[in-house]
């Protein structure tokens, strides 16, 4: 089967999506797909000539075309979408995300007639209430199928655009089962946030929670995991705060290194404002630690509140740094939840569940395409 795969980003790895797309893609290729990936292009990715395991890789320029609105280049990345489509004559078009890329796919639709697989990852937005007259919108109304990493995130498209209902499936991220992990260490406390430098991941609650804790607990320490636009001010908010002594910023690590990073670190904790369904939960749950994370949109579908980590409502700071107290004061407790928190991943979020999921959307949606052309 022929799938051209379509998103903003693709690689490097930068964030939970990045990851997630390159995941799915290589285990499809691996289990006998032909799969060509169409991407926005930024200055950390090649123009051209990119391949991933055997996946070749095209990129255009369609942040900066409607950033800029120039009809000449947005012209060029809609001809070149088109000649993708026409030269690879897909099956299936699988959009991984809704964003810039999501447009192009849209308007070119006329190259190639092939049914589309939408994959909802985030949290919708205030800007995209108001239905058919965003892009999110178009989308649904287009996609044949809506796949979403999350009930939570699912619930919102359909309230969005009802008729998704009908015509759609949750089919959560899935990943390797890394090996059995020791259980999490104690002493000293050492709390691991992992994502993108950005607002949305609500670090600056975890720096924080930070004074509270360290009164009970002087050894305490929090490292940082990942890069953005955001590091300088949660560096000189640490100071500000009079914590940095207790901070490391340690910068992107790769996927591969994040079971290993995360066996180190005795919780994990995820604070965000806004989220689909992170990846880095789903890591920390197959890596047997307890999580303290905000209640937003799908978080719930991977921490069960007290028996595999806690939920705090998003932005409470104070709730944070009580919840994190309970886990690091307690050591059979987080023993317990790291091992509650393996046992829910192993039942949702296997990487053979995610993809004979996909699999079977793949097969079911490109049949109606082969059927017609016969």
Do not use: N
């Not at 940082?224 to 560096?235: D, K, Q, T, Y």
């Not at 806004?274 to 307890?290: C, D, N, T």
């Amino acid at each position: 089967m022929r799938i051209l795969f379509i998103g903003d980003f693709f690689w490097p790895l930068i964030g939970g999506i990045e990851v997630w797309s390159a995941r799915l893609v290589t285990s499809m290729v691996a289990r006998g797909h032909e799969i060509r990936v169409v991407a926005s292009r930024s200055e950390l990715q090649p123009a051209e000539g990119e391949r991933l395991d055997g996946v070749s890789i095209e990129r255009f320029d369609f942040r900066g075309a409607v950033e800029s609105r120039r009809l000449d280049r947005f012209g060029e990345g809609l001809e070149g979408l088109k000649r993708v489509k026409r030269d690879f004559r897909p099956d299936l078009v699988h959009l991984g995300t809704v964003g810039w890329s999501t447009l192009f796919h849209l308007l070119s639709r006329d190259a190639w007639s092939a049914p589309t697989l939408l994959t909802l990852t985030q949290q919708r937005l205030a800007s995209q209430d108001r239905a058919a007259d965003t892009l999110l919108g178009r989308a649904l109304g287009a996609a044949d199928w809506v796949s979403s990493v999350s009930a939570a995130v699912l619930e919102e498209a359909i309230e969005l655009s009802p008729p998704v209902a009908g015509r759609s499936s949750v089919d959560y991220w899935g990943m390797e089962a890394p090996p059995e992990p020791a259980p999490p260490a104690l002493d000293p406390p050492r709390i691991l946030c992992i994502g993108r430098l950005v607002p949305a991941k609500g670090f600056d609650l975890a720096l924080r929670a930070l004074p509270a804790l360290a009164v009970a607990h002087p050894a305490l320490s929090l490292a940082i995991a990942g890069a953005g636009p955001e590091r300088s001010r949660l560096e000189s908010l640490a100071g500000e705060l009079g914590v940095a002594e207790r901070v490391s910023f340690e910068g992107w690590i790769s996927p591969e290194r994040v079971p290993a990073r995360m066996a180190e670190a005795s919780l994990v904790v995820l604070p965000s404002r806004q989220e689909g369904l992170p990846v880095v939960a789903v890591e920390a749950a197959w890596s047997g630690r307890p999580i303290v994370a905000a209640d937003v949109s799908g978080m719930r579908e991977v921490v069960a509140h007290g028996l595999t980590g806690f939920l705090v409502p998003a932005g409470d700071q104070d709730a944070l740094a009580r919840s994190i107290d309970q886990i690091v004061g307690d050591p059979a407790r987080a023993r317990g939840m790291g091992r509650e928190a393996r046992r829910l991943a192993a039942r949702r979020f296997s990487l053979s569940g995610m993809l004979d999921a996909y699999e079977s959307l793949y097969e079911r949606l490109a049949r109606r395409t082969m059927d017609a052309r016969a």
